[in-house]
């Protein structure tokens, strides 16, 4: 090789910008009371911090910078596993399953044989059942820029047939924080897997004040028991068009029956086409800060909750209680109730087939 060709490929080399890495590290986060050991995963690089722990595959911080550069947690938690083991309502931070959000009666029927599920929620089947995958220890394994997580759920866990081994693989990349999640079964089953993260963006407060919007131009009323009833309809007109960026609390007070039955928004959106990652399926911005949440997925829907049940029962970071409109939460998922609803894109998984979704969370800064 010549000097000259030597020179211009150093040059080359010199000039490729590195490819900044996710610096990947793993402690003991306690002891659950039957002794197992808890692991926390801190995923860090020069944009954010996010800490996740094995018990519930909770995210527990997200640590993330406003215009001026000042590092604020944006998502509610706690200061020790001792407030994840206690709270057994709110699902802070959790991987809900196997089925995220609600089943009807906890009731379904799959390859025709009648399914009845433990019960949880005023009748009804919630997030999996009294204990779903938010009350269970994960399996950790460190992987690049991140880490995956792994459950094995036996057949008849909580009424669901099958035995359903499911994994979420969360990594680290710039500002956007990955979760890639799989499951298979050996009988027919039903899977919808979510995080159940809260974001303040601005660390503190409440959200009333924070601007969303969610690509949807319908949604699924619910009834009492907050299960979806009658058809889609649109959000055109009602307190839930998000289509343009609103402020949270502007309409939440209105009157309107369905705010009443959730006492805020507890509500699913049904994403326009296409659910890829070619558009957000919702970005929320707290003005103050200028923190600005992007949420990307191939989900069909996504559930806006407005902390709606958050009454200071639980104190988080420092001892303080999170009361009502403390976080929010953009679950995204496959529609609540869909085993019982034909109409609605399905969640069963049968065996020899994957379940796979994603979704990003991608953390900026508006100026």
Sequence with gaps: MTSLKLAALM?????TPLVAQTKVTKAEFGKLP??????????ADATLNVRIITFGAHVISVKAPDREGNIADVVLGYDTLDGYVKDNSTYMGSVVGRYGNRIGKGQFTVAGKKVQLSLNNNGN???GGVTGFDRLNWTGKQVPNGVE?????????MGFPGTVTAHVIYTLVGDKLHMDYSATTDKPTVVNL???????????????GHVLSIDADKYTPIDAGLIPAGPLVTVSGSPFDFRTPTPIGERIHETNEQLKVAGGYDHNWILDPPHNFSKPAAVVTDPGS????????????????????????YKGRDGAPYQKYAGLCLETQHHPDSPNRPDFPSTTLMPGRRYHTSTTFEFTVTK
């Design 11 to 15: 040059f080359a080399v010199a000039a």
């Design 125 to 127: 089947t919630l997030h």
């Design 290 to 313: 200028g923190r600005t949440l992007k949420v990307f997925t191939v989900e069909p829907g996504v559930q806006f909750y407005s902390g709606n049940f958050l009454d200071g029962t």
């Design 149 to 157: 997580l792994t459950i094995v759920s036996p057949d008849g866990d």
């Design 34 to 43: 039957n002794g197992a050991a808890v692991a926390v995963y801190t995923l």
């Design 194 to 208: 979510t995080n159940h993260s809260y974001f303040n963006l601005a660390g503190a407060g409440d959200i009333l």
